[in-house]
T-cell receptor, first 111, second 113 residues
Framework: NAGVTQTPKFQVLKTGQSMTLQCAQD?????MSWYRQDPGMGLRLIHY???????DQGEVPNGYNVSRSTTEDFPLRLLSAAPSQTSVYFC??????????FGSGTRLTVV | GENVEQHPSTLSVQEGDSAVIKCTYS??????FPWYKQELGKRPQLIID?????GEKKDQRIAVTLNKTAKHFSLHITETQPEDSAVYFC????????????FGKGTHLIIQP
């Protein structure tokens, strides 16, 4: 039982490049979310999903896309990377009214 | 949506003393009240939670208390140790709005030796 697995752990992108952050969970959780964490800003919700085929926007969705084709996977796509997207990204999953299990995070730098 | 505030933003205590962090929320429909701990460079981890039908819950040196009337809940850490140094987040769940969860901005707890 691996929990929530995020890849890669570190990434450097050039402005304008695109990439996908991967997230997979093996706990059969319905809810999955992506957060970004910046110094002094706490955790801000980017996109979330309440089940396969259902996604919705969070607080800071611009510049990101998501899809949820299976219960297990919830990838986050950066369409055209900008320096403002330099951050630590966390994927998380949970069952209904329970606490989140977080992945180990992806530290992204856009230059 | 839910408005969540945590106080204080930074808390420094002597090792062995107690620490209390307060989280206030606005949505009276909130019914699940977790606390997360995030050590430097690590992922947030759930450390304790409480549901709306319970007023207090303890787990060794940590406890959470809930005041639904006043719409706040608190994290209590007794006999603080160096490994308690971390950022603590509350995230009350209301079941409504985006994802149903709103994280507080976090409290940086510093344990002074």
């Amino acid at each position: 039982n691996a929990g929530v697995t995020q890849t890669p752990k570190f990434q450097v992108l050039k402005t304008g490049q695109s990439m996908t952050l991967q997230c997979a969970q093996d706990m059969n959780h319905e809810y999955m979310s992506w957060y970004r964490q910046d110094p002094g800003m706490g955790l801000r919700l980017i996109h979330y999903s309440v089940g396969a085929g259902i996604t919705d926007q969070g607080e800071v969705p611009n510049g990101y896309n998501v899809s949820r084709s299976t219960t297990e996977d919830f990838p986050l796509r950066l369409l055209s990377a900008a320096p403002s997207q330099t951050s630590v990204y966390f994927c998380a999953s949970r069952r209904d009214v329970y606490g989140y299990t977080f992945g180990s995070g992806t530290r992204l730098t856009v230059v | 949506g839910e408005n969540v505030e945590q106080h204080p933003s930074t808390l420094s205590v002597q090792e062995g003393d107690s620490a209390v962090i307060k989280c206030t929320y606005s949505d009276s429909a909130s019914n699940y009240f977790p606390w997360y701990k995030q050590e430097l460079g690590k992922r947030p981890q759930l450390i304790i939670d409480i549901r709306s039908n319970v007023g207090e819950k303890k787990d060794q040196r940590i406890a959470v208390t809930l005041n639904k009337t006043a719409k706040h809940f608190s994290l209590h850490i007794t006999e603080t140790q160096p490994e308690d140094s971390a950022v603590y987040f509350c995230a009350p769940y209301s079941g409504g709005g985006a994802d149903g969860l709103t994280f507080g901005k976090g409290t940086h707890l510093i344990i002074q030796p």
